[in-house]
């Protein structure tokens, strides 16, 4: 979500109740007063001076009840960020009346019904649908889906009304995560050290909303890291993908070397790649097309990375070229579990739209409960990238991508050079019902990825590449 809104642009008719609280915080897990603001859909949280927005918590389909953490404190659960906020007022008396006013707002959600945009009320009857705001009518029309598509298509374009909701507000970086089930603390991932002793020669080679990722050698071995510099904030820090790294050790994931904290930032040592990522090399298309045996040669290690998250009960969520990095070895790496999320056995799939349009899975997009299989899906379109340098509907605003990947599925491959069992895997991963998708174990067993090249082929192209690039500088 968002932290863009000021307190003044909130309409003072639409503020339904204001005022001081206090809010456990989910990093450090200390309570720190916040001015909230409850309207129809939200309650946000502003600092104490009420100059920035700390966050938003969307109610719909959310619950409320008093809660026995501290004393006059209640819990907020919202469902559209699988998170649970705990809050205390200066009294029964006050805490009562929130938890009634937010009860007020939940109720009115559950009232209506499931099927139908939450504070749209939309129909539809022979002439098409009634009810589409003028605005979302347009931003469709906008988006190249026509009237004829929006009234043909009546349930892919609920569902896709529904994501577009869900996801407006929600930055590329994806800060607003869903809370760990293990309730991580800042503790439990700080190592001892200072990063700036521990490193030299720091060179920025990115920044994102998140954080600032630097190139450094370690002064003990001499051997490059990257460093990624990240503010302890709520909003900004995401415990659970700084576990998840800290967890996994395999060859075709980014290795994790430490995390340490100085004065109120941390930093995340890394494996650094000396050649950025898949991206890189598509780029260049259609001067430099990879051939099937290097696909497969991705594909491949691709897969293998993704059954050891899946053995854990993960999802990556975010599989696209972009994730996928490389070194001048040839090798390939998964990164970003940013967005990640870990299953249980009272959460076995999940319902959260999260990852990026155009990599998404069907069943993410018409908001369906899904597993595992959705980052099959992603890796199948990973092998779209590398055929046609970017996945499929790319030209097309993320809109009507959405819309089509909903009710055209991915279109077919030119099948002229390309053989049966490349043809078959995508088939297979493409798969539009979950149920029949294989799994990342299953697909390792497909005949397509004995094509694979060695890593020193794959090494010999990033190189022609490299070449490719100083030559068009």
């Known amino acids: 979500m968002s932290l863009t809104v000021k307190y003044s642009t909130i309409e003072p008719n639409k503020i339904i109740k204001e005022g001081y609280m206090v809010k456990q915080g ?21 600092d104490d001076n009420k100059n920035k927005c700390k966050g938003i918590i969307p109610l719909v389909f959310g619950k409320v009840k008093k809660s026995d953490k501290r004393e006059h404190c209640f819990e907020l659960y ?29 109720d009115k959600y559950i009232s209506e019904p499931s099927n139908m945009d939450h504070t749209m009320h939309i129909t539809y009857d022979e002439k098409g649908f009634c009810g589409i705001p003028a605005d979302w009518e347009q931003m469709f029309i906008n988006s190249g889906i026509s009237k004829e598509e929006i009234n043909s298509n009546r349930e892919e374009v609920m569902q896709v009304m529904e994501f577009a909701k869900r996801m407006d507000g929600v930055d590329d ?50 051997e490059l890291r990257a460093i990624k510099k990240i503010r302890i904030d709520e909003n900004t820090l995401n415990l659970q993908e700084i576990s998840f790294m800290k967890s996994m050790k395999h060859r075709n994931i980014i290795q994790f070397f430490g995390c340490y904290e100085l004065d109120k930032f941390i930093y995340i040592s890394m494996e650094f790649m000396d050649r950025n990522n898949l991206t890189a090399i598509l780029e260049f298309y259609p001067s430099i097309k990879m051939n099937e045996s290097q696909i497969a040669y ?48 009272q959460k076995q799939k999940r319902s959260t739209v999260i990852g990026t349009p155009y990599w998404m899975a069907p069943e993410v997009i018409k908001g369906f409960d899904y597993d595992m299989k959705a980052d099959v899906w992603s890796l199948g379109i990973i092998c779209r990238e590398m055929i046609d340098g970017v996945p499929p509907y790319m030209n097309d605003p993320p809109l009507r991508a959405l819309f089509l990947i909903s009710t055209k599925g991915i279109p077919p491959v030119e099948k002229a050079g390309w053989s049966d069992e490349f043809l078959d895997f995508l088939d297979k991963c493409l798969c539009d019902q979950p149920s029949l998708r294989p799994s990342s174990e299953e697909v390792l067993k497909l005949p397509f990825l004995k094509k694979a090249c060695t890593k020193n082929d794959m090494a010999s192209l990033i190189t022609i590449v490299e070449q490719f690039a100083m030559q068009d500088e």
């Not at 603001?37 to 946000?44: A, D, F, I, K």
């Open 26 to 46: 989910h990093v450090r897990k200390s309570w720190l007063r916040r001015w909230f603001v409850l309207t129809s859909e939200h309650l946000y949280y502003f």
């Open 78 to 106: 919202s469902e559209e960020q699988d998170k649970t906020y705990f809050i205390v007022c200066s009294n029964d008396i006050e805490r009562d009346e929130w938890v009634k006013q937010i009860s007020n707002i939940i």
């Open 173 to 222: 970086n994806q800060t607003n995560l869903p809370e760990s089930e293990d309730n991580i603390v800042l503790s439990d991932i700080i190592d001892e050290g200072n990063p700036l002793e521990m490193f030299g020669d720091w060179n920025q080679i990115g920044e994102g909303v998140s954080g600032t990722v630097y190139q450094c050698y370690d002064v003990n071995t001499n």
């Open 298 to 345: 991705v594909t491949k290690e691709t897969a293998e990375a993704l059954k050891y998250v899946h053995s854990f009960h993960r999802i990556h969520r975010d599989i696209k070229s972009d994730n996928l990095l490389i070194n001048s070895l040839g090798e390939i790496k998964l990164a970003d579990f940013g967005v990640s999320a870990q299953l249980t056995q």
